[in-house]
């Protein structure tokens, strides 16, 4: 073999070796995502790799490779911050690293977060900068989970200034509202009749409003305590329930309540707070009776794919569709007080529960035949 022939071997295998080499890196890049451009500085000239387009949804060929074509669809209050960063890195010899977050546009009007990182790799004998190459690396998942921790964070905060703010001022209301409830029962016990006949009626109405509104604020005060202590345990549910109807024996009594009841499960849940619901929808049953009938409540529940569905079902008034859903919110009254006493809490507090919880709660109505609430409750 001539010696000719030696160098033209050693130079296809040398060819060859850059081929497969160029294809390796190619294939890292496109696995990894990442795309990269090489810098042509007194040129001004820019090689944009495929990859580098297709992060913002362009084609090789839909996008010209230039400097002023990335330019273009940077997101304009970043662009500063390139040239900065560029001459800070020029400036200490590439010392000070070119590693920067940059945001673009995407050809279909989203944005883009991109981790952008470049380095001068040539220079000249008067330490001017020839030739940058560099990679930018889609974070848009990793920003967006960033940005959603931090509302969560925001969110979780504001609620605790929220529930702080409701129990100091609940609490701190119901001292004024006891003395003027005593206050006012003691002048109705010292000086009814000795009055004028308007001054006892006046009198009466500031002792029902005044304990109305002591109930309002227990209601949210209790509100905001609901799921302060989380502490998880096995509930037994149909013991729990048992608890509860020995609580409102009274009233069970009193109204003639007739039970069906089925068994229950054992559950991954909050005591105090699965009491707070059952009593909560068997009084609201007993509540709306339908006249002439005494309230018959059938309690159930099903086992479901990931979940427990419980039922609650009464024989009362019923609801209207029109507020199959107004009425899970707090304060809100469908009927005169004078008709059902109340403050229009006890259905917010279900709600809270059942999601503190993991479930959720809603109710089905036919009025004049009765209501069954639906609440469920995660395996």
Known sequence: MSE???????????????????MIFNHIVESTFAGFFDWNIPENKEYLSPTFKKMFGYEDHEM???PEAWQRIIYQEDLPKVFELFGAHVE????????????????????????????????????????MLGSHID????????????????????????????????HDLQEPLRT?????????EQYSGNMEKNADTYLRFISDASNRMSSLVKGLLDYTRIGKNFEVSEVDTELLLQNVLIDLNTLITEKHVTFEIDSLPKIQGLDTEMSSLFMN???????????????????????????????????????????????FLIFQRLHNKDEYAGTGIGLAHCQKIVELHGGKIWVESTPGLGSTFYFTIPK
């Open 4 to 22: 000719i022939e030696h160098l033209q071997k050693e130079l296809e295998e040398t060819k060859k070796a850059l081929q497969d080499r160029e």
């Open 64 to 66: 010209e490779s230039s």
């Open 92 to 131: 200490s010899k590439g010392k000070i690293p070119f590693d920067s977050e940059l945001r673009y546009h995407h050809k279909d009007g989203s944005l883009v977060w991109v981790f952008c990182r470049g380095k001068v790799v040539e220079w000249d004998e008067q330490g001017n900068p020839l030739r």
């Open 139 to 170: 974070i848009t998942n990793i920003k967006k989970s960033e940005e959603t921790k931090l509302y969560v964070e925001k969110l979780e905060q504001k609620n605790k200034e929220l529930q702080q703010f409701a129990y100091v001022a609940s």
């Open 180 to 188: 003027i409830i005593s206050f006012t029962e003691l002048m109705l």
């Open 281 to 327: 929808l068997i009084t609201n049953a007993i509540k709306y009776e339908k006249k002439g009938e005494h309230p018959l409540i059938k309690i159930g529940a099903t086992e479901e794919m990931d979940h427990w569905k419980f039922h609650v079902e009464d024989n009362g008034i019923g609801i209207e569709k029109a507020h199959l859903k107004r009425i």
